[in-house]
């Protein structure tokens, strides 16, 4: 359960428009995009186009986050989030308070769990490393994401990649995590705090990767530990990622780096073992088809074509097999390549 303490009414400001006390620039609101404990953010419209716009009452929160924009900003290679726009107040005439805002790049994408419904499980490997690179630069500039969840996920296309949307968890090292989702929350499965650490992250990538399987999640119950080890070994796609995800789930990892190294370590000898087991497959077919031509020539000319037949059946549809797991392990291959 995420945490709300907002004192914006979301609904009474759709289709209101504010304008800047400071920069004078004019916002229409069109609809909710999300929110919670640091505020609210909406769509609004602008004469240069649409923008991703949070208000709050709280100006410590706002300014805050903003602070966090302009560090990251300075962090190259880093484009985690969208990017800062405009900073300024306004005065809401109906309650006469301040209301703090600042406006942000609204990114155009599919969310992450949508996108990979349409998909082959390949796509969540491939963002799941690139997830766990932009958090390892992210942590390198002293930060934890904190509620890392895939309604924070956003998959761009040209080339796919991985966004990350409302930056308002975004927690120093050290301090209290602000904000965050029970189901990807240490805390609340008691595997560990919910102090800004790297390994609190980490705990929340391996939980994504589980509810990338378990779409309905699931309640705790006994000891957690044991409960998630059990959905790992449940799910058959989950079995070859046990260890790296139970080492998430413990805090073993001392960066991102390292979890994406195990990460793609299991994928490489996945994708050999996958060849290997083709390769025996189409052995197994070659030598199962030489005995049955060989029987075939006991038989009439009718069986003979028959034998042939599904001979030549069996060959175009490993043929066939083999070519679609070549194009789908090359071009996930070439995409890591491109945007790791």
């Known amino acids: 359960m995420r945490i709300h303490s907002t004192g914006i009414q979301a609904t009474n400001w759709i289709g209101s428009t504010i304008i800047g006390k400071w920069n004078k620039k004019t916002y229409q609101i069109i609809k909710v995009l999300g929110s919670g404990a640091t505020g609210t953010v909406f769509l609004a419209k602008t004469k240069e186009g649409q923008v991703a716009l949070k208000m709050s009452e709280n100006s410590i929160s706002i300014s805050s986050e903003v602070t966090v924009f302009k560090k990251l900003s300075k962090v190259q290679g880093l484009k985690l989030g969208p990017?800062?726009?405009?900073?300024?107040?306004?005065?809401?005439k109906k309650t006469n308070?301040?209301?703090y805002f600042y406006t942000m790049e609204y990114i155009i994408g599919l969310p992450f769990l949508d996108y990979l419904q349409k998909r082959e499980k390949e796509w969540m490997h491939l963002f799941i490393s690139q997830l766990l690179s932009q958090l390892d630069l992210l942590h390198k500039a002293g930060y934890v994401f904190g509620d890392l969840k895939p309604d924070n996920l956003l998959i761009c296309d040209s080339p796919p990649k991985v966004r990350l949307l409302d930056v308002g968890g975004i927690t120093q090292f050290g301090r209290s995590?602000?904000?965050f989702t029970e189901f990807f929350d240490?805390?609340?499965w008691e595997l560990g705090n919910r102090k800004a650490e790297i390994s609190y992250d980490l705990f929340s990538v391996a939980m994504i990767i589980i509810n990338c399987h378990y779409p309905n999640k699931f309640g705790k119950k006994g000891y957690s530990l044991n409960l998630l080890k059990q959905k790992i070994k449940e799910d058959r796609n989950l079995i070859g990622f046990e260890n790296v995800l139970i080492n998430a789930l413990t805090g073993k990892y001392q960066s991102a780096s390292d979890m994406k190294v195990e990460w793609l370590n299991i994928l490489n000898n996945g994708i050999k073992t996958d060849q290997k087991t083709v390769g025996k497959q189409k052995n197994n077919n070659q030598s199962f088809d030489k005995i049955n031509v060989t029987r075939s020539s006991s038989l009439n000319?009718?069986?003979?074509?028959?034998v042939k037949k599904k001979k030549n059946k069996v060959f175009r549809t490993l043929e066939t097999i083999l070519l679609v797991v070549s194009i789908v392990l090359g071009y996930i291959l070439y995409l890591?390549?491109?945007?790791l």
Do not use: P
């Open 83 to 92: 990017y800062l726009l405009d900073i300024d107040d306004f005065l809401d």
């Open 301 to 306: 000319i009718k069986s003979n074509i028959k």
């Open 336 to 339: 890591l390549n491109q945007v």
């Open 177 to 179: 995590i602000k904000e």
């Open 97 to 99: 308070t301040t209301i």
């Open 186 to 188: 240490r805390g609340y």
